[in-house]
């Protein structure tokens, strides 16, 4: 057998499975304002609804012989290219690891035979994630298992890497798919029992719904995310940041907060800067949005301006806040213990576009 690391083309006759739909296009003044996407935006998959349906779903699949299989262990993905110092970590750390060159490992169909022989009966939920190029690609959550019981086909190609510290070096539509994958599976878990009575749930539709097996209710229950507000509150030359206290040492960020049920993303924002820093503001702009399974989120990220600039800062919230002017941030990151956020959030994305100039 032999790993595939990354993207691949396909395997066997995939005439069974239904053909991509084409990409999403924008075009007009939508295409020429369209900003690169965020890290875990774009995982370049049709999701094709279409193919959750049968029961046999994933048989279908595998006789296709078109399938990856995307193994998820404790919210840990298989990667290749981690060889080095495994005390070293960190993105840079990473790459400077002999033979470091961080790559998403998915397994064909004839190794998906093999790994499900080897697992037997501790071969976790099943989640079609959607099709790319020809191949369709399936996550399996193998948490159940004791790092000892992995089979060695695993160990044999790569680690199980967590995805906050490899995901800025991975390929970007790889590192979108492991999202997806650790978003779904954490939803699963979340989700065994009915919340609606308190029975046990049923996996269906290839793992897009759980179904309450209690008929007097029969409730479904759908993949939910949920919405957070993060924001880059600007005075002139200046950008309003905060540090939790649990963050690595030194490091500040952007402010955010999850939306409240009856709220609007703009008074959402507006609520969270005030609550945060005692800070007012005004002209609040969209700027993207990144999906962030850290459990289970959606960063609508904004920028506002300042009406008032004096800060109070909520001790429950935050350690410190305060004004950073451009210059200085541009020539302080990483100096004398002071970090900006980590390269594959969006809020670093925010400050990032704000400190080149590209924010109105």
Not at 36 to 51: I, M, T, V
Not at 55 to 74: C, K, M, N, Q, Y
Not at 99 to 127: C, H, M, Q, S, W
Request: charged share 25%; net charge negative.
């Amino acid at each position: 057998m032999k790993s595939h690391d990354g993207n691949q083309g396909a395997i066997g006759d995939a005439s069974t499975i239904a053909p991509a739909r084409p990409a999403m296009r924008v075009s007009g003044p939508m295409a020429r304002q369209r900003k690169p996407e965020n890290y875990y935006a774009e995982s370049g998959l049709d999701r094709a609804a279409h193919l959750r349906e049968p029961e046999d779903w994933f048989e279908r699949l595998i006789e296709a012989g078109a399938a990856r299989l995307v193994p998820v262990w404790r919210s840990k993905h298989l990667v290749a290219g981690m060889e080095g110092d495994p005390s070293k970590t960190g993105v840079a750390a990473i790459m400077e690891r002999p033979g470091g060159n961080p790559r998403a490992i998915f397994f064909d169909t004839e190794e998906a035979r093999a790994l499900f022989d080897d697992l037997g009966e501790k071969n976790g939920e099943r989640v079609f994630l959607g099709e790319r190029a020809g191949i369709a690609y399936v996550a399996v959550d193998i948490s159940d298992l004791d790092e000892e019981e992995l089979p060695a086909p695993l160990a044999e190609r790569g680690v199980f890497a967590d995805l906050r510290m490899v995901g800025p070096v991975l390929d970007r539509a790889d590192g979108a798919l492991f999202a997806y994958a650790r978003g779904m599976l954490t939803w699963h878990r979340r989700h065994l029992y009915c919340g609606v009575c308190g029975s046990p749930t049923q996996v269906r539709s290839a793992g897009h719904v759980r179904m309450c097996t209690n008929e007097d209710c029969g409730s479904s229950h759908f993949p939910r995310t949920d919405p957070a507000v993060i924001m880059l509150v600007i005075d002139g030359e200046r950008a309003l940041l905060g540090r939790q206290a649990v963050w690595p040492p030194g490091m500040h960020s952007t402010l955010a907060g999850f939306v409240e049920p009856g709220e609007t993303l703009e008074a959402a924002v507006a609520r969270e800067v005030y609550e945060e820093a005692g800070v007012e503001i005004e002209n609040v702009r969209y700027h993207s949005s990144q999906p962030w399974p850290f459990p289970s989120s959606i960063m609508l990220g904004f920028h506002a301006d300042a009406v008032t600039t004096e800060i109070a800062t909520n001790d429950s919230e935050l350690e410190s806040a305060g004004w950073f002017e451009r210059e200085w941030l541009k020539k302080n990151d990483g100096v004398d213990g002071f970090r900006l956020p980590r390269l594959d959030s969006i809020s670093r994305r925010l400050i990032e576009d704000w400190l080149k100039g590209e924010v109105d």
